[in-house]
């Protein structure tokens, strides 16, 4: 039989029990069963490999399934600064659908439509109302970018909530709700037929194919690992569409045919390439969430594909110039700085980093972009004036 424990010493065994143990004891201390050594630095919980994500609720991130718990990301806070604080707030959620703040977009979608009027221009059968087609086209580059997100935020808002970078989204985490999205973009795509049918009438022959591209692209990234060549068929067409607005028939006229033809693949090569960095950013995301990249296809030569691509984008750029009947300052200055800003990006955008990729695809387009379009312009003034008589 045990003997009975005197009150002192029962409370010193008790109190003893809530003090952590000595070094000297953990040093000597039997180890417990099945422990291994480093075992608390592993995950004590294994999930399958092909864990089910259906049980994550809008705003977690996919997370490694064999890591170890991570803290909760931050909650959505309303804009105080910027753009978007200076709205009602029951407009913020469709501004932010739209992305009125980050207007990279916009401009990757206007750039194309502006090389095809500089370089139809000197084509043109009357004089060229250059400033007024431009501003035109910035307009429908604003509403048919605005309609295009709002379409893609259609189709991904059950995988936008499981990702960091887009969790936030309106209609991720439940601000809009499909129904309101819906309506939303039959108002934004009615928006862009009032200006598309400011343009001449063959305009909206040519343009009104670009809405099956428009519609599509976000179905390309869940069954192919290459949905950047889809994006580069969308934001490329409008490489085709300033011809038309000045008043050329691309049917009848074989050279302004071939060179609509030449520019708008120069420009998918451009949309490819530059999208190509932008899925970086995204790409530890994509690969667990099944979205398929050339980012993530092809990761470990990705450098190697980008230049690939600029090679091509630039000798696409050339022949189109050649086709149209362009002069030396189009091949010095819009050729020449296209090829000098892509060989800047490429060799030094750091595809580990996401900060690096997103700062070079917001100025890039600038780089290149604004590159080109003083080169074209540069040509047309020359033609214009006779300098090349």
Request: charged share 15%; aromatic share 10%.
């Amino acid at each position: 039989m045990l003997g009975k424990i005197h009150p002192k010493n029962k409370l010193k065994s008790i109190t003893s029990l809530l003090r952590p143990p000595s070094p000297a004891a953990k040093k000597h201390a039997p180890p417990l069963p099945g422990y291994r050594k480093n075992d608390a630095l592993k995950p004590q919980v294994k999930l399958s490999k092909h864990a089910s994500t259906k049980a994550l609720h809008p705003g977690q991130a996919f997370t490694n399934p064999s890591a170890a718990p991570q803290d909760p990301l931050p909650p959505y806070r309303p804009p105080t600064t910027g753009l978007l604080s200076l709205f009602p707030p029951p407009l913020v959620p469709y501004l932010e659908l739209i992305r009125l703040d980050k207007p990279t977009g916009t401009y990757y979608l206007f750039f194309p439509c502006l090389f095809s009027t500089l370089l139809a221009a000197p084509l043109a059968p009357a004089p060229t109302p250059l400033l007024t087609t431009s501003l035109l086209f910035l307009a429908g580059a604003l509403i048919m970018r605005s309609a295009g997100c709002t379409i893609n935020d259609l189709w991904d808002r059950r995988l936008d909530a499981h990702v960091a970078r887009t969790r936030l989204r309106p209609l991720a985490r439940g601000a809009i709700s499909p129904r309101s999205a819906l309506l939303f973009t039959g108002a934004q795509l009615s928006a862009g037929l009032l200006v598309l049918l400011q343009f001449p009438s063959p305009c909206l022959y040519y343009g009104a194919p670009s809405l099956l591209f428009v519609a599509t692209y976000p179905l390309f990234k869940r069954v192919t690992h290459y949905p950047q060549l889809m994006l580069g068929l969308t934001f490329s067409w409008g490489a085709i569409m300033g011809f038309p607005a000045l008043g050329i028939d691309l049917l009848a006229d074989s050279a302004a045919g071939a060179a609509a033809a030449l520019l708008y693949a120069s420009n998918v090569a451009w949309t490819v390439l530059y999208d190509i960095i932008y899925a970086h950013m995204d790409i530890r995301d994509d690969k667990k969430a099944g979205i398929g990249s050339i980012a993530l296809r092809h990761e470990e030569h990705t450098k190697g594909i980008l230049a690939g691509l600029a090679v091509l984008q630039v000798g696409l750029l050339g022949a189109a110039g050649w086709a149209a009947g362009a002069g030396p300052v189009f091949f010095v200055g819009a050729c020449g700085a296209a090829a000098g800003s892509l060989a800047v990006m490429i060799r030094r955008v750091d595809l580990k980093s996401v900060a690096d990729c997103w700062w070079w695809f917001r100025y890039g387009c600038w780089f290149t972009g604004g590159g080109v379009s003083a080169g074209l312009l540069g040509d047309y003034v020359a033609r214009d004036r006779g300098l090349y008589e």
